[in-house]
């Protein structure tokens, strides 16, 4: 009986904090089946532990899953050299409004799981993504990071200068109202389904970009596509063919309003738009099954 009642508050504690640590392991590693590992092998290392030593039962949950999503990563990254194609987090339907009710938090936590800062976190070395996350997904003072990590707090403090510089440079500049986003996203559908060059191009900033990750699994582009011109032509291209049993989902995706196009009931495409001063610049175009097969 004793051993069931510490199992039991083992699982509860665990559960208490299971958000927290998938959100960090995601935003580590950009995929949800990799970021429920780390969370599982966390459990099996929280359930091995001498718990009667853990203080802070949270502070120790991120601490391991943390330092086992930078093992992964570093692994993970080897992989990606061999990708076909660009490589693009897998995309997550959110929706932050019913569990987080407090405008700010909202902002903070929709703004670290876009896809526009995730891409850019893969150009950030896993020590200087995990004192990101860490820090500024999920507020941890610099001196419990420090700890995490088994760095000095002056090196994590570089280290969090060092990637929150690299993240203002590539992401959007402004932030843009949900509601104008998913109206942007509406006149996209519109026009790229219309087959009107000219409303397109009117939405497109002149050096918009668009990346396709379809990991070889499905046709698209397998370099990246600039500028307004030929993104709009290659847009109304894709927009003219042929889906069997069509249906377009407009869908919080990644913490913005983005568009889901299913074929039969399957999640065909997903694309999430960046905005900035009323014009796309830039598109994530995704049609890897393996990655966008959740979202149905």
């Not at 969370?39 to 532990?49: D, H, K, P, T, Y």
């Not at 843009?176 to 942007?184: E, F, H, S, T, Y």
């Not at 030929?230 to 309003?257: D, H």
């Not at 495409?269 to 995704?286: C, K, N, P, Q, R």
Request: glycine fraction near 8%; charge should be negative.
């Amino acid at each position: 009986m004793g051993d069931l009642t510490t199992s039991d508050a083992a699982l509860d504690a665990f559960e208490e904090h299971r958000s927290t640590l998938t959100g960090v392991a995601y935003r580590m590693l950009g995929r949800v089946a990799d970021a429920e590992d780390v969370v599982q092998e966390a459990w099996l290392r929280w359930s091995g532990a001498d718990r009667g030593e853990v203080r802070d039962a949270r502070g120790y949950l991120v601490r391991v899953t943390t330092r086992l999503a930078i093992d992964r990563l570093r692994q993970a990254q080897s992989r990606r050299e061999a990708y076909v194609g660009p490589w693009l987090p897998e995309p997550i339907a959110t929706d932050f409004g019913h569990t987080v009710p407090d405008t700010a938090e909202r902002a903070v936590l929709a703004d670290s799981v876009s896809l526009a800062v995730l891409v850019v976190l893969e150009s950030l070395s896993p020590l200087e993504r995990a004192v990101f996350v860490l820090r500024e997904a999920f507020g941890f003072p610099y001196q419990e990071i420090a700890v995490t990590l088994d760095r000095s707090e002056s090196a994590v403090r570089q280290l969090a200068g060092r990637a929150r510089r690299h993240v203002e440079e590539g992401k959007p500049r402004f932030a843009v109202d949900p509601a104008r986003q998913r109206d942007l996203t509406e006149r996209f559908l519109a026009a790229a389904t219309g087959g009107s060059i000219e409303e397109l191009l009117a939405l497109l900033a002149p050096d918009v970009r668009l990346v396709s990750d379809s990991g070889g699994r499905s046709k698209a582009p397998l370099r990246v596509i600039d500028t307004a011109d030929k993104v709009g032509r290659f847009l109304i291209a894709v927009g003219q063919g042929t889906l069997p049993e069509p249906e377009f989902r407009f869908m919080e995706i990644n913490g913005r309003p983005g568009l889901c196009v299913l074929s039969q009931g399957r999640p065909d495409t997903v694309f999430s738009l960046d905005v900035e001063d009323g014009h796309i610049t830039a598109i994530y175009l995704m049609r890897n099954p393996d990655k966008i097969a959740g979202l149905g």
